[in-house]
């Protein structure tokens, strides 16, 4: 007879959320749904200008579509059910819902993060190789770039959540967090967690060195020849094309690290949902915002686009 190893002893898992009195949960819930269709409206605009507007079809803004699709993801899977959260103080969840949770996070996060790695060999080839752009960054090469980028971010996630699956849940069943991350998900598990969190600490710390010594490598090189450029102008021409990456990046990077980095014993659960909040709901809420402020040929697009409409 084959074990049943997903089956769970728990009938479902409790999210408890932020636990707010009745008028904070009303104000929350507002504030968290004007985000969400901020986001949404923000990055499917992106994703529409790029489509459309000759001028955007080049790699740096191919890549920053898929950005956008990236966050579309990442919000829908947390928000709407935070918003339930929210009203609600809490909710049940089946196990296998968590898991399916988990797995689509996990997905768009790690996507991201390997798309933000390749925009900045992007702009590492605009700025120090000008005259071989084209040549490089040509459309096969960028679509090879971003269907990678996709395939890694299922399949390294596809093995964790396999893992995950396999795991018994007997213990406790409430979760103190907005939605099913992998350390309060794990920590709820009666079985052996040793081979998921070994499984987990191998995919993820190897990726997030690489992918950090690569992003800061190519804007070491960036800044290099951008010091070499004689012009003032020319030198702000120059960083103006990175900026709104690097602000991105640093954002991005800078809450997963806080969030995942430092040890569970370290900050409290408020301050992990706090964390979490800035990397789930308020960055992909900001890219679109940072790079349209930040960019003239999208505010150009979005003129041309709002003119062409009225």
């Avoid at 966050?71 to 898991?99: A, E, F, H, Q, W």
């Avoid at 939605?179 to 079985?191: G, K, N, W």
């Avoid at 800035?278 to 992909?284: D, E, L």
Wanted: a positive charge; charged letters at 10%.
């Amino acid at each position: 007879m084959i074990p049943r190893h997903n089956q769970s002893t728990v009938p479902e898992l409790f999210l408890l959320g932020f636990q707010l009195l009745h008028r904070s949960r009303i104000i929350l819930f507002l504030g968290l749904l004007v985000v969400y269709m901020l986001t949404l409206t923000g990055n499917l605009l992106i994703i529409i200008l790029v489509s459309v507007t000759r001028c955007l079809h080049s790699p740096m803004y191919f890549f920053l579509s898929h950005l956008s699709s990236c966050d579309i993801i990442l919000t829908t899977t947390i928000i709407p059910n935070l918003l339930y959260i929210t009203l609600k103080n809490g909710r049940p969840m089946t196990v296998s819902g968590c898991i399916t949770q988990l797995h689509l996070f996990s997905c768009s996060v790690v996507t991201e993060c390997f798309l933000l790695t390749m925009m900045s060999y992007d702009r590492y080839v605009a700025v120090c190789k000008p005259l071989q752009y084209v040549t490089i960054m040509n459309f096969s090469f960028c679509l090879s770039l971003i269907v990678l980028s996709w395939i890694l971010g299922f399949l390294l996630t596809l093995i964790v959540t396999v893992l995950i699956s396999h795991l018994t849940f007997c213990n406790s069943h409430y979760i103190d967090h907005f939605f099913c991350d992998f350390a309060p998900l794990v920590q709820l598990s009666c079985s052996d967690t040793s081979v998921v969190r070994t499984v987990v600490y191998i995919i993820a710390f190897p990726e997030m060195v690489i992918e950090s010594v690569f992003i800061i490598s190519t804007y070491f090189c960036i800044f290099l020849a951008i010091h070499r450029i004689s012009s003032t102008t020319g030198r702000q021409k120059a960083f103006s094309t990175c900026s709104s990456h690097l602000t991105i990046v640093c954002t991005y990077y800078g809450t997963i690290i806080a969030i995942y980095a430092v040890p569970s014993g370290e900050h409290s659960s408020g301050m992990n949902k706090i964390v979490s909040l800035i990397y789930t709901i308020v960055t992909p809420l900001l890219n679109p915002i940072i790079y349209s402020l930040r960019n003239q040929e999208i505010k150009t697009a979005i003129i041309k686009l709002l003119q062409y409409i009225y």
